[in-house]
């Protein structure tokens, strides 16, 4: 089995910054893709950043210059630096990685249980 955990959420003003933070553990052989998406209330769950193992990370227009998302492959952790806050980035924000739990077996999709982000004055 195979948790993410999240952290870092919270309520910020606009031009405001957050950082959150994603731990996988468990039964891991290895990570392909990690990444972060969005969901606000009344819309679509949206993609806001993926990182493929072994690249550079890829960005929605919406979030581009204002986010950077990396990962430490050694803790099996992915994160997502947010600045210059809008009120139209709140939403809950979950963490995915693409998980291999053995050397032949598939790869399977985890979420995170989501942490909410709200930007308001």
């Known amino acids: 089995q195979v948790q993410l955990v999240e952290s870092g959420g919270g309520l910020v003003q606009p031009g405001g910054s957050l950082r959150l933070s994603c731990a996988a553990s468990?039964?891991?052989?290895?990570?392909?893709?990690m990444g972060w998406y969005r969901q606000a209330p009344g819309k679509e769950r949206e993609l806001v950043a993926t990182?493929?193992?072994?690249?550079?990370?890829t960005y929605a227009d919406s979030v581009k210059g204002r986010f950077t998302a990396h990962r430490d492959n050694a803790k099996d952790t992915v994160y997502l630096q947010m600045n210059s806050l809008k009120p139209e980035d709140t939403a809950v924000y979950y963490c995915?990685?693409?998980?291999?739990?053995?050397?032949?077996?598939?790869?399977?999709?985890?979420w995170g249980q989501g942490t909410q982000v709200t930007v308001s004055s």
């Open positions: 990182i493929p193992a072994g690249s550079r990370a």
């Open positions: 995915n990685a693409d998980v291999m739990v053995s050397r032949s077996g598939p790869t399977r999709r985890y």
């Open positions: 468990g039964s891991i052989f290895s990570i392909n893709v």
